[in-house]
DNA sequence: CGGGCTCTTGACACCCATCAAAGTTTGTGG
DNA sequence: CCACAAACTTTGATGGGTGTCAAGAGCCCG
């Protein structure tokens, strides 16, 4: 189902983002890491090193149950996934969306998959990080700057789960697409995926409605009011924000706060 | 607007849970704690002995707000109270209540009042912990229950959190009051403070909407709902469950899978 | 060129919000 | 202990937001 690839830093050399070739996988996780705290030259290096192990998983695979332990650091390099919950009846509810930088679940407990499973939405690419054990739960001094990142990981995980909450309990169908939206385009921006006004979303209307919590038609007609208020614009999975202020305010969209240097 | 007040151990001696005098509120922290992880005997005197500051807080108070660290790790000993978020136009969300035993956002970052707040919802009482620093965050493995613990804590504010999501996004009122209420009712018993088939429930119908998403008046509606269909009964602030197995099937709902100790 | 997907549109029903007002309980002061 | 006010619960009427069913339109891919 997945083809491991390994991959060697002089990758790094020959791939940029922009190129043709096989990028570093590295690189969306530096930025995403960047994003959020200052890492020391020593930490940068670290976390360089400890990322080998890639993979590529069609749409639709499941990329981690709760089930297991996740013994294993995996971020997402390429690609879009959702962590999600499936009632018995087949009611589906996508709890957050996961963006290339974003990591796999790693603080997962084995609970099963009534509880959560992580599921690919498009073909995506994931790299495992060797190493981490005493970075991660348990407290590790040496490197300051990446237990910073991963209490921000943390942290923004938090919000995105409130922010979730509180578009399905208290916004209307127009406020959570409108908010969802903002949110999703804020992340991509923040690891250099979206230009400043337009967001790739290779999503689904399907897959917009499960996580909003609305069907198909009414995400469908709520979208279109969007467009028809010259709120955006869609074409090609692209989408277009052509009032952007306006909408933060429509949607009572606060920026991302996990961030722990404002300089 | 707070009144501290200092216990000693030996205040655990004269007032027990039930008696009439100050009970000592380590206990129920103590049972929050058991009903999670085993602590060894070290274990459950640092516990005890980290205990130290109790405070009341009355109905409405703001506990403590996302804008400051909280550097002082509290706990919850007596009274209900839940974190919110107010926004701007007045509409009001509750993520999550709190129940005695229960942690006071001891994880929280710098944040403002828009992102999170945690308000006593009746009159409270709350402990303060001292000595913690090197157990929370940073590692300490003298202390491997406590740390379990600990861990325990955060995976069932994740479930809470999920379990939220699910009900608003994809259940009916109907299904999520009684979801909430089989919620409540296990978290509650869980540290002795529910018998088996009963649940004490001092919130105001206003509280429960604000928590389901819904309105007051659908709330109460639904609320008879349940007591016309045999459900549940309610009288003077207690819920009574008439039929708790056929309620868990209606509302898909999953006891606490948070422990660590199975056995 | 045909067969799935996905998106779009229309018709209709129902769940739930809103507004308003009547009951009921709780709290408070005399 | 009573009287009264305030808060909370309950009930009714009405409208709107959203789900469901169904069918057509656009698109991709074999």
Redesign the pocket.
């Known amino acids: 189902m997945n083809h491991p690839q390994r991959y060697s830093r002089a990758a790094r050399v020959i791939g940029g983002p922009e190129s043709n070739l096989r990028a570093w996988p590295g690189e969306i996780v530096q930025r995403r890491f960047s994003s959020m705290v200052s890492l020391s030259p020593e930490e940068g290096r670290f976390l360089q090193d400890s990322l080998a192990l890639g993979r590529s998983h069609p749409a639709r695979t499941e990329l981690c149950t709760a089930g297991q332990i996740a013994s294993r650091l995996c971020f997402l390099t390429s690609g879009w996934a959702c962590s999600i919950r499936i009632l018995p009846d087949g009611r589906r509810q996508i709890f957050e969306f996961l963006i290339p930088g974003d990591p796999l679940g790693y603080s997962l407990f084995p609970r099963g998959p009534e509880f959560l499973s992580v599921i690919a939405l498009t073909r995506v690419e994931t790299v495992e990080a060797n190493g981490w054990r005493d970075l991660v739960g348990a407290g590790n001094f040496a490197f300051p700057g990446l237990r910073a990142a991963f209490d921000a990981l943390d942290r923004e995980r938090e919000q995105h789960l409130l922010d979730q909450v509180t578009r399905l309990g208290r916004q209307?169908?127009?406020e959570r697409l409108a908010h969802l939206l903002l949110e999703l385009h804020d992340r991509m921006a923040r690891v250099g995926l979206a230009s400043r006004t337009s967001l790739p979303l290779p999503l689904?209307?399907?897959i917009l409605a499960e996580a909003l919590?609305?069907?198909?038609?009414?995400?469908?007609?709520?979208?279109?009011m969007l467009r028809r208020d010259r709120m955006i614009e869609l074409k090609a999975g692209v989408v277009t924000f052509l009032a952007p202020e306006q909408m933060r305010t429509i949607a009572d969209f606060q920026p991302n706060q996990a961030r722990t240097d404002w300089g």
Chains 1, 2 share one sequence.
């Open positions: 209307t169908a127009y689904k209307q399907e919590g609305l069907s198909v038609v009414h995400l469908n007609r709520t979208l279109q």
